[in-house]
Nanobody
Framework: VQLQASGGGLVQAGGSLRLSCAAS????????MGWFRQAPGKEREFVAG????????YYADSMKGRFTISTDNAKNTVYLQMNSLKPEDTAVYYC???????????????????WGQGTQVTVSS
């Protein structure tokens, strides 16, 4: 299983970015997916997750109302739309997927077996 994250970049505060996570070697529609991020000097934290069916989404409190996770099964890709970005959103963003099909969405990164390489998001003030 390989996950390829992309879409990061430099944006001004208040701006938007859409991150993509393309999967190979697995049909994402059978697996829960998560986005995490890690800022310099901080631990990796949960950002958002989507159930294997795509019917349920989960967000960290600070992302609710600003970030949206979605899937495109035809493209086997998961997206993270980020709006109203803040300087504190600056981090490397990672996508991840569980090892078991039809599993729940976890906020604990230790539950995820496969990880993308990360994409840098920098928000300037």
């Amino acid at each position: 299983v390989q996950l390829q994250a992309s879409g990061g970049g430099l944006v001004q505060a208040g701006g938007s970015l859409r991150l993509s996570c393309a999967a190979s070697g697995r049909t994402l529609s059978n697996y829960a997916m998560g986005w995490f991020r890690q800022a310099p000097g901080k631990e990796r934290e949960f950002v958002a997750g989507i159930s294997w069916s795509g019917g349920r989404t989960y967000y960290a409190d600070s992302m609710k109302g600003r970030f949206t996770i979605s899937t495109d099964n035809a493209k086997n890709t998961v997206y993270l739309q980020m709006n109203s970005l803040k300087p504190e959103d600056t981090a490397v963003y990672y996508c991840a997927t569980d090892s078991a099909p039809y599993a729940a969405v976890y906020t604990d990164q230790r539950k995820y077996r496969y990880w993308g390489q990360g994409t840098q998001v920098t928000v300037s003030s």
